[in-house]
């Protein structure tokens, strides 16, 4: 076979697509899930952070560190395993055992994060569950331990994977500070559809938190844009009025200004907040769900209380951009309006200076009659004290003299002028 050189990239391409294996384990189990994601800028963070702090918890437990600059990791801290992974905005870590305690989602079961470790974390918690997996029993049993363990009235659960399990949550934060989700599953669901399903459950809340970290953005956005909505209305009723144009042109480009820095702000919030929900809505496809015991299963659940917010989110997206379009819109109208009476009185100016153009070349004229006549009065003058020694050889008076040198003197003195004015234009 003909050598080729490989891309430098084609391995880690290959190899991503294995790099975050679903976890693998029996029923009955226990697992404690938890998503970190920093307040600000979390996009941006220092990710090196994440590391340190995944590494501070694999110390207390001695285990082995992940290879530098890794996005996810998988391995044994004590008698649990634990699964880490990084994103593009947060952390999530996922810890698993096959011992339960007596007392169904009990917050020991979530002291494998020790609370100095949690306090120190390079960020805030965006979500964290306990998730109760066991197999399964007859199904008013189940209804039972589902109605003392979760809130009735927002419960949510359903055959999930060819009835091969049961899911139920109900969404809600329990006084400890955790959802709480259970799973029951058959004798035909192996360890690792048990691991599939955790896995999607723990994806489905964590999805579904960043999602609607859209709708507050937009809550918070709603009155500022409704100013904004009443001010552009009030802007455009001056622009078809008796009004300043130039005033009214500063007030929308500066409305326009703010438009375009809320849509520059809140452009990544609600593209991620976008495609977070069309993971939410992934997920629970790829579960397969159908009813159980004529519950609300997830999809429904989520149409009727998550895809709202989602609407909200893109109506509110939809409406700040329809406002700046209006805002520029008008902008260029009045601008235009600007424009047009500018020009007006621009020509009112060049008319006013053409006037005094035309003013000044009179004066100009009257001014130059004036030069020739000064002029030749004193060249006449000059003149007349050259020639009169001629006037008695000629037998003629001074002032015949005088009189004969006027016409040819103002003649010479006019020519002399036009031939300088000719020269200087």
Known sequence: MTPIQDHPLRFRLAN????????SFNAPASVAFLAIKKEDRAAGRDRAQDMAHLIDLLDRYGAPHPQPGATHYSGSIGRHNIKWEQHTEFVTYTVFSEAQSERPFDQAEFDMF????????????????????????????ILQ?????????????SYVLDRSAIVA?????????????????????????????????CEIETYKAMSMLGFFR???????????????????DEMTGESQPE???????????????TIARSSYRFGATKAYAALVKQRIEVLREETFMAR?????FMMRRFDPAMRT????????????????????????????????????????????????????????????????????????????????????????????????????????????KSRLT
């Open 169 to 201: 949550g109900d969404f809600r934060v329990d006084p400890a500070g955790h959802l709480r989700f259970a799973i029951f599953a058959d004798d035909s669901c192996g360890p690792g559809r048990i691991g599939r399903i955790t896995q999607r459950l």
């Open 145 to 157: 331990k589902l109605r003392d363990w979760l809130v009735p009235e927002s419960l949510a659960c």
């Open 114 to 141: 020790p609370r100095d470790w949690l306090a120190a974390a390079p960020g805030v918690r965006v979500t964290s569950a306990l998730i109760r997996v066991e197999r399964a029993q007859k199904d008013e049993v």
């Open 218 to 236: 937009a809550g918070e956005m709603a009155s500022r844009i409704g100013e904004i909505e009443v001010e552009l209305g009030r802007l455009m």
């Open 247 to 261: 005033k009214t042109l500063d007030d929308l480009l500066a409305v326009s200004q703010e438009l375009e820095a």
């Open 313 to 420: 989110i893109v109506a509110s997206q939809e409406r700040l951009n329809q406002l700046a379009d209006r805002s520029i819109r008008a902008s260029e109208l009045l601008r235009t309006k600007v424009d047009v009476a500018r020009s007006a009185q621009n020509q009112d100016l060049l008319a006013s200076m053409d006037k005094r153009a035309q003013s000044a070349l009179r004066l100009q004229e009257t001014v130059e009659g004036l030069s020739v006549v000064a002029i030749s009065y004193y060249a006449v003058s000059l003149a007349g004290y050259l020639f009169y020694p001629m006037a008695g050889v000629l037998g003629i008076s001074k002032s015949m003299l005088i009189a004969g040198l006027t016409v040819p003197v103002i003649a010479l003195v006019w020519v002399m002028i036009r031939r300088i």
């Open 296 to 300: 609300q299963s997830f999809g429904e």
């Open 16 to 23: 991503e697509l294995h790099a975050r294996p679903f976890p």
